[in-house]
């Protein structure tokens, strides 16, 4: 096992996942995070699983070398090409069972709603663990391709991102889902303008904050070393390590803009060799 005082890795296909990473420095103020954006190959989500499996692969080896101490796949599509045999010598925390158990503890009419990237509704790796848990469960699944960049754009107030939720928020409607997933790092950026079009009688979830529970719950078990109390993370600045394979002139606003409240040191780029 990695030394407690080990970071916790974290990737993603670029900066989405930094709302993860938000989640995670949130509940958990004595750890420190490595956070990998593949910034070069972004995005993931209109890529075939063998591509995206290789991807994850490259992610999971190139944080194991830097010593941490347990990996958390950020991005939906890279969670969704994992295989039930694949292991690593650290323990691995992907994001479609925190959403799915997320979903499961909320809804009453037992019709759930996956807003995700092409990839991760081909892989349907939603609708199986959704049903494994849950047998007898109706899922629907919509891919939403234009949602990222609008997010990346920062265009979460444009009347262009509301007509964009509005046509995908129709699933829901139209299939009587209670609950929604919002299952692709940057959808939760856009929370609250699918919460003014679904109104109260749906619940939207995402998996960020389950993923930080179970984390937590594997912390103080043991399964994962706990950095000490106020020794790493508390008091010790900074808590995270940016690293992107493609530095962008936007990067750092974007990442400062997914994490916020929490801040970063500047991006570095790394090569995924
Ligand atoms: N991170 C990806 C996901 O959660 C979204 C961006 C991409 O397509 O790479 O599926």
């Known amino acids: 096992m990695n030394p407690a005082s080990a970071p916790i890795g974290v990737?993603?296909?670029?900066?989405?996942?930094?709302?993860?990473l938000k989640a995670l420095l949130d509940r958990l103020p004595d750890?420190?995070?490595?956070?990998?954006?593949?910034?070069?190959?972004?995005?993931?989500?209109?890529?075939?699983?063998?591509?995206?499996?290789?991807?994850?692969q490259q992610n999971v080896e190139f944080l194991l070398k830097r010593g941490v101490k347990a990996i958390v796949v950020a991005c939906n599509s890279a969670s969704s090409a994992l295989e039930p045999g694949d292991s690593w010598s650290?323990?691995?925390?992907e994001v479609i069972g925190p959403g799915s158990r997320s979903a499961l503890a909320v809804t009453k009419n037992r019709r759930v709603a996956v807003?995700?990237?092409?990839?991760?509704?081909?892989?349907?790796?939603?609708?199986?663990?959704?049903?494994?848990l849950s047998p007898g469960l109706t899922v629907f699944q919509e891919a939403c391709p234009l949602l990222v960049p609008i997010v990346e754009e920062g265009m979460e107030a444009d009347p262009l991102a509301r007509e964009?939720?509005?046509?995908?928020s129709s699933v829901v409607v139209?299939?009587?889902?209670?609950?929604?997933?919002?299952?692709?790092?940057?959808?939760?950026?856009?929370?609250e303008v699918?919460?003014?079009?679904?109104?109260?009688?749906?619940?939207?979830?995402?998996?960020?904050r389950t993923l930080a529970d179970e984390l937590q719950g594997d912390l103080r078990s043991g399964r994962v070393a706990a950095a000490a109390d106020g020794r790493v993370g508390a008091g010790a600045s900074p808590?995270?390590?940016?690293?992107?394979?493609?530095?962008?002139?936007?990067?750092?606003?974007?990442?400062?803009?997914?994490?916020?409240?929490?801040?970063?040191?500047?991006?570095r780029l790394v090569d995924l060799g």
């Open 11 to 20: 990737f993603d296909s670029g900066l989405g996942g930094l709302t993860v």
């Open 31 to 56: 750890e420190r995070f490595v956070y990998v954006g593949d910034t070069a190959r972004l995005p993931y989500g209109t890529k075939s699983r063998s591509t995206i499996r290789r991807y994850l």
């Open 90 to 93: 650290v323990p691995l925390y």
């Open 115 to 132: 807003l995700a990237t092409r990839a991760t509704v081909a892989g349907g790796a939603y609708p199986s663990k959704l049903q494994e």
């Open 164 to 168: 964009l939720v509005r046509r995908h």
């Open 174 to 191: 139209d299939q009587a889902a209670d609950t929604v997933i919002l299952g692709c790092t940057h959808y939760p950026v856009l929370g």
């Open 194 to 208: 699918f919460r003014r079009m679904l109104g109260d009688a749906v619940t939207i979830v995402d998996s960020s």
């Open 239 to 267: 808590r995270v390590e940016l690293l992107v394979t493609d530095l962008g002139p936007r990067a750092d606003e974007l990442a400062a803009r997914f994490l916020a409240p929490h801040g970063a040191e500047p991006a």
